[in-house]
């Protein structure tokens, strides 16, 4: 029971982390309604405090004599403040005096989340030090049973992703989710103090009887009794459905709550202010019912349809409710296929608003397809007079994929010859800055590269009309007011004035000449994402203006720069480690966090690759990830073996494990100009069906073997780190750390700097590098 109770305790805390993680990451989404930016920093707040609470609890747990009530009392903290946590995420824009709907800047964004996370985070990485603690008493050989926690947290890790993105997502709220993990938490904490914290039998009754009732244990023993009896009997479902409900309505205070629900895709959320109905994706409005933005709907629907002379076989991706299907449906439209990737959104129109999206919707011209847009425009074999994409700006690599230069020509595929293409950027009518300028550039520049024929009507919202007919540039307001009264249009808006303001020739000069401005860009591509950075530059210059300027400087940013940075960096470390006994452990520690920064940069790399091919497909996405942790587990587990079949043999020595972690480390160099080779070929040779069809299978495998080195590496560098030392939780928690630092390097700037500036075969050279330089720092440090 003792060996279960300690086995159960390691797969929680990786499924516990996991599912906190997912969940968590939601709800910040949902409060400060995120982009690329804002997620890379809720993902690395996390992965830095982790890495602080792996490393303080090293230094202590190495200190107490028995690590199994600290590790008790982690699990029942986090018990009780999961909940709590949730509930200030959902309140934080109040307590922070932020109305609904407001922007927040970055460094608001970073030390809200920062502190939001500090309790989960700092615990997490608390308890791996405390369970190779727990796990290392009285045994010789701390260095396998340090890997096994390793193991087994990964394993628990796998299956919280499971069950986190399949399960609590979709069929629980946070909340719920919250008890069930409180639960297992405390029935974990009761199995180690009643079977691991019990003194051995050996002992005489006496001491027996005085250590289990001693004052610390016995008191851990009645709190954990305590907090089981409320979370299992007190706390009946219908308080935590109170304390959801009420947290959402102080969450979007002065609105109803109407609906609340998370899918895999996101949280979808319907408020109404008196008749206004919003529906929110993550925490940003897509739709406003019965009053929509009727400036913006009836210029992007209108205008390219009158611009066509004879519109009859339409497609739509992106949103589609709130009244753009209605406005396509007045025009003499013979069939509107609508592509739209989250279900969930379409059916809280439906049912908090059946009387504006059941005519739209049931529409016998209206066929929904409930599937990632470019997708389907890959698969799909049919041609179009118009196609509408209504999604907004490029602020994460998802939605940029709808931007780039591969996309057009996927698009341009589906188009007839006199078909248009339309698409809308941010504008203004009075001032463009620099930044504005500059990301609407990327996209005409792409676009231009593409089609031929290209037509811009400036506004709030620029639209760009563009096709392989030279008409769409002819356009006249007379004849777009003629095909008005011919096709007997009912409109709000579009005037002949309006129209004639529109198509005015002053405005138009005025936009050109400060498009014509901006410097010839990298176009934006599926592998080199360029219009992502503009757009995090331009968001900056609303939300954050003394952060712009510093992102803005990034743009001079080149792969030859950074390779000199890191080579000084190892030759500081390299003098320090040579001349300062404090650096000694220094080389085994470096390569520890170049290898999880190599772990989080391909994951990520992968993830983009694979979204580029397929679209956004979770459930193959989560496949992608757990794929990872499957080759994690796996090389975890063979390494471990390996180790214990040469500490059996008689030639086993630290020379030995020396060779095998440089092996490692040109593996993982190797592995990397593999990937650099794969994905090339994959992107070149893409149209092939063969191709494609096996893509798919290959991005799965070198995932799982990057997950495979990442994970043989850990124990082997345990087993290194402790050749002169028997200091079992110090180490744990210093190589732990190390590792989440890397991967926190990674997670902060691969995505959002390091792709988008220099794009995926660079990125992943610099992963090259770093390794390479890693590799030749372990090998030439003396031991």
């Not at 986090?78 to 909940?83: R, S, T, V």
């Not at 009912?490 to 050109?512: G, I």
């Amino acid at each position: 029971m003792k060996k279960f109770g300690l086995i159960y305790a390691f797969l929680l805390m990786g499924f516990t982390a996991i599912v906190a993680q997912v969940i968590l990451i939601r709800e910040l989404l949902t409060s400060f309604s995120g982009n690329e930016l804002a997620i890379g920093i809720f993902f690395a707040n996390w992965l830095l405090l982790e890495a602080v609470g792996s490393y303080g609890a090293g230094r202590w747990a190495g200190k107490v004599k028995s690590g199994t009530p600290y590790y008790v009392c982690l699990q029942l903290f986090l018990a009780l403040a999961f909940p709590a946590i949730i509930f200030l995420t959902r309140i934080a824009k109040n307590l922070l005096g932020i109305i609904p709907g407001q922007g927040i800047n970055v460094f608001t964004i970073f030390y809200a989340s920062l502190f939001l996370l500090i309790p989960l985070g700092l615990t997490d990485g608390a308890q791996f030090s405390f369970g190779c603690r727990m796990f290392t008493e009285g045994k010789t050989r701390g260095v396998f049973s340090i890997s096994k926690v390793y193991i087994y947290e990964a394993i628990g890790s796998l299956v919280g992703g499971i069950v986190a993105t399949y399960l609590c997502l979709q069929y629980f709220n946070s909340f719920q989710t919250a008890l069930a993990l409180a639960l297992l938490n405390i029935f974990s904490a009761i199995l180690l103090l009643l079977f691991v914290d019990t003194p051995d039998r050996k002992n005489n009754q006496r001491k027996r009887y005085r250590a289990i009732f001693s004052p610390p244990r016995f008191a851990l023993k009645i709190a954990a009794g305590l907090l089981l009896l409320i979370c299992g009997v007190m706390l009946p479902l219908a308080t935590i459905d109170y304390l959801h409900t009420r947290s959402v309505a102080i969450q979007w205070r002065n609105y109803d709550v109407l609906d609340y629900r998370n899918s895999v895709y996101g949280n979808v959320a319907v408020i109404k202010r008196f008749e206004q109905l919003n529906i929110l994706s993550n925490g940003v409005p897509i739709s406003t019912i019965p009053t929509p933005d009727l400036a913006f709907i009836e210029e992007f629907v209108h205008l390219p349809l009158l611009a066509h002379p004879h519109p009859r076989k339409v497609l739509l991706v992106g949103g589609g409710i709130g009244g753009l299907l209605q406005e396509i449906l007045k025009h003499p439209i013979q069939k509107i296929h609508y592509a739209t990737l989250d279900p969930l959104i379409i059916h809280a129109a439906q049912r908090h608003a059946p009387g504006f999206t059941t005519a739209d919707l049931g529409d016998p011209r209206v066929k929904v397809h409930y599937v990632d847009g470019r997708y389907f425009i890959r698969t799909d074999d049919e041609q179009y007079d118009v196609i509408f994409i209504n999604l907004p700006d490029p602020s994460t690599l998802e939605i940029n994929r709808f931007y780039t230069r591969e996309f057009y020509q996927m698009s341009r595929q589906r188009l007839k010859k006199d078909g248009i293409l339309c698409l809308h950027l941010p504008g203004s009518t009075a001032y463009l800055s620099r930044e504005l300028i500059d990301l609407n550039a990327n996209i005409i520049q792409t676009v231009k590269h593409v089609f031929p024929y290209l037509k811009i009507i400036p506004g709030d919202y620029n639209l760009l009309l563009v096709s392989l007919s030279k008409t769409v540039t002819t356009i006249h307001p007379d004849a777009l007011t003629k095909r008005i009264q011919e096709r007997a249009l009912q409109l709000r808006l579009l005037s002949d004035f309006h129209m004639r303001y529109k198509f005015e020739k002053t405005r138009l000069a005025w936009y050109d000449k400060a498009i014509g401005k901006a410097v010839e860009m990298p176009h934006n591509r599926d592998f080199h994402p360029s219009a992502l950075y503009y757009d995090l530059v331009f968001w900056n210059s609303v939300h954050s203006p003394g952060f712009a300027v510093i992102f803005s400087q990034l743009k001079n940013l080149r792969l030859g720069y950074i390779v000199i940075a890191i080579f000084l960096i190892f030759v500081i470390l390299f003098s320090l480690q040579r001349y300062n006994s404090a650096w000694n452990k220094s080389f085994i520690v470096l390569p520890i966090i170049a290898t999880g920064f190599a772990g989080m940069a391909v994951d990520i790399v992968l993830v983009l690759a694979f979204q580029s091919f397929y679209g956004y497909l979770y459930h193959w996405i989560g496949l992608l990830i757990a794929a990872f942790m499957v080759g994690l587990t796996w090389g975890g587990m063979w390494m471990t073996h390996r180790l214990k079949g040469k500490l059996k043999s008689a030639g086993a020595n630290s020379v030995d494990d020396r060779a095998i972690f440089l092996k490692l480390e040109l593996f993982i160099v190797l592995y990397t100009g593999l990937l650099i080779g794969v994905l090339a070929l994959l992107n070149r040779f893409q149209e092939y069906a063969v191709i494609f069809a096996a893509a798919q299978y290959v991005l799965l495998l070198l995932n799982a073997l990057c997950g495979f080195l990442v994970g043989a590496e850990f124990p082997l560098a345990i087993k290194i780190y402790l050749k002169n030392t028997t200091r079992y939780p110090q180490t744990a928690g210093i190589l732990y750390a190390a590792d989440l630092i890397g991967s926190w390097l990674g997670a902060l700037f691969v995505a959002i700097a390091f792709i988008p500036l220099l794009g995926i075969t660079p990125t992943c050279l610099l992963v090259l590098f770093i390794n390479l330089g890693s590799l030749l720092f372990f090998y030439f440090t003396p031991q």
